[in-house]
């Protein structure tokens, strides 16, 4: 009964929601704009949307370089080389298990394209939160990231 009482009390600590550095106003006007990318280059927009996890922000990267954090609402626009692109997230562990990297999505892109990815959480062991990234269709990724704010991204 004890462990229950524990487990409640660590929920409520952790209702709140994520927050994440945020890019400014001009800059996410700018990003829903939907330009295409600079000659040879890809463009990939990363998003969540669902409330599911919120209190969780998902660091993200390509191929293990940074690309940044998300939170609920928000989205970051990375401009890339074609190719293979590898993305993983990791979220903080509340649990005292030890949590790596998740693949959360492969992503082939060809020069001039412009894909978008879901990040949303996937249900792990309690207190230990996954993600996962889902390529979605171009208006429903142009809807979540209008929906949005854009986050800062690595390197930015």
């Given at each position: ?9 660590a ?40 409330l ?27 401009e ?38 879901e ?27 209008t929906g ?9």
């Amino acid at each position: 009964m004890r462990s229950l009482g524990c487990l409640l009390t660590a929920s409520i600590f952790l209702a709140g929601c994520a927050s994440v550095p945020m890019a400014g106003p001009m800059a996410d006007a700018e990003g829903k704009r939907f330009d295409p990318p600079a000659p040879g280059q890809s463009v990939l927009y990363l998003y969540r949307s669902s409330l599911l996890g919120s209190e969780v922000a998902f660091t993200l990267a390509d191929n293990q370089q940074p690309i940044g954090t998300l939170a609920d609402k928000t989205w970051i626009r990375v401009e890339v080389a074609p190719g293979q692109h590898v993305i993983t997230c990791s979220a903080p562990s509340y649990a005292p298990l030890t949590q790596t990297p998740a693949q959360a999505a492969v992503v082939n892109l060809a020069p001039g394209e412009t894909r978008f990815l879901e990040v949303d959480v996937w249900p792990g062991l309690p207190l230990n939160p996954r993600c996962k990234a889902t390529e979605v269709s171009a208006d429903q990724g142009r809807a979540g990231v209008t929906g949005g704010n854009r986050a800062v991204a690595s390197g930015s």
